[in-house]
């Protein structure tokens, strides 16, 4: 059988902090019938998306990748939720913002010029739209039965509504479906997308606490024994939280990589161990 073949979008932290979710993710894609082809001379994305409407210079390097994909006829495929908020973003506004286009466009000098064309998928989506869940669970081998497992959604991959389509940002339920597809038990919780602190990490430790143990005990209460995540930053912000209610997290594409019976690696840094 022919893997069909994406383009791929790995962003900045998934060569560093994140190597388990960029790994398993390729490793799961093959095993799984899809190809991930990483794009060439990639840049950071930025990892926020900028809201000046006059700011171009910043959106070029997500314009780039789009562009390269659509050269290359494939859809583009992200992992980091971020990554995939700002180039989705970048994305809409080539294709509805007509002063942003004509000078992105101006900038970067393609030979043709690049006006939203390529279509901008989240891994989750990959596998519930392209791969199917219905295959996911065709393919797995350890399935991870009696397991209760949270997901955490965050804000990234679900706002703006409007412009993401991703899911439905009040009740998500893709994250659930892959659980199941795994042969996990999902549990629902309601501050699975409620933010964990994000970029305030640093400066506002306090505050970031009280958010990421909020989480947790949501989580705990409704009788989750573990979390899932696709944010890096979601990841860093969870892990820190060390209350009685705290849960071991994981990168989804680490469960879904058990499931299939794919071994670790030792080029993985345990992130999300």
Same mark, same amino acid.
């Given at each position: 059988?022919?893997? &069909? ?33 990483? %794009?060439?001379?990639? !840049? ?31 859809? %583009?495929?992200?992992?980091?939720? &971020?990554? *995939? ?6 994305? #809409? ?21 690049? !006006? ?48 993401? !389509?991703?899911? #439905? ?7 659930? #479906? ?30 970031? *606490?009280? %958010? ?25 912000? %969870? ?5 009685? #209610? ?28």
């Amino acid at each position: 059988m022919k893997e &069909a073949k994406y383009s791929y979008f790995p962003g900045c932290t998934l060569k560093t902090k994140a190597k388990d979710l960029d790994y398993y993710a390729r490793e799961c894609a093959r095993a799984l019938g899809a190809e991930l082809e990483e %794009l060439p001379e990639w !840049q950071c994305c930025g990892g926020v998306y900028p809201l000046g409407s006059d700011e171009i210079a910043t959106k070029l390097s997500s314009v780039r990748a789009l562009n390269t994909a659509k050269e290359k006829g494939q859809e %583009l495929v992200t992992v980091c939720s &971020a990554c *995939h908020h700002v180039i989705k973003r970048v994305n #809409d506004d080539m294709a509805h913002q007509e002063d942003i286009r004509t000078r992105a466009n101006n900038y970067a000098q393609f030979k043709e010029p690049y !006006q939203g064309e390529t279509t901008v998928l989240h891994y989750l989506e990959l596998l519930r739209d392209r791969i199917g869940f219905d295959t996911i669970r065709e393919k797995v081998t350890h399935p991870l039965t009696g397991r209760k497992i949270g997901a955490y959604y965050g804000c990234l991959l679900l706002r703006p509504s409007e412009i993401i !389509q991703f899911d #439905d940002p009040e009740n998500p339920t893709i994250m659930e #479906d892959f659980i199941r597809a795994i042969g996990a038990e999902p549990v629902s919780y309601s501050f699975r997308n409620e933010c964990c602190g994000g970029y305030v990490s640093l400066k506002e430790k306090e505050l970031t *606490h009280s %958010l990421t143990g909020k989480i947790m005990e949501s989580a705990s209460a409704e009788g989750a024994e573990e979390l899932i995540t696709a944010c890096p930053l979601c990841m860093y912000n %969870l892990k820190q939280y060390h209350g009685k #209610d705290a849960l071991p997290v994981h990168y989804f594409t680490e469960l879904l990589a058990e499931a299939l019976g794919i071994k670790p690696s030792e080029k993985t840094n345990g992130e999300g161990a």
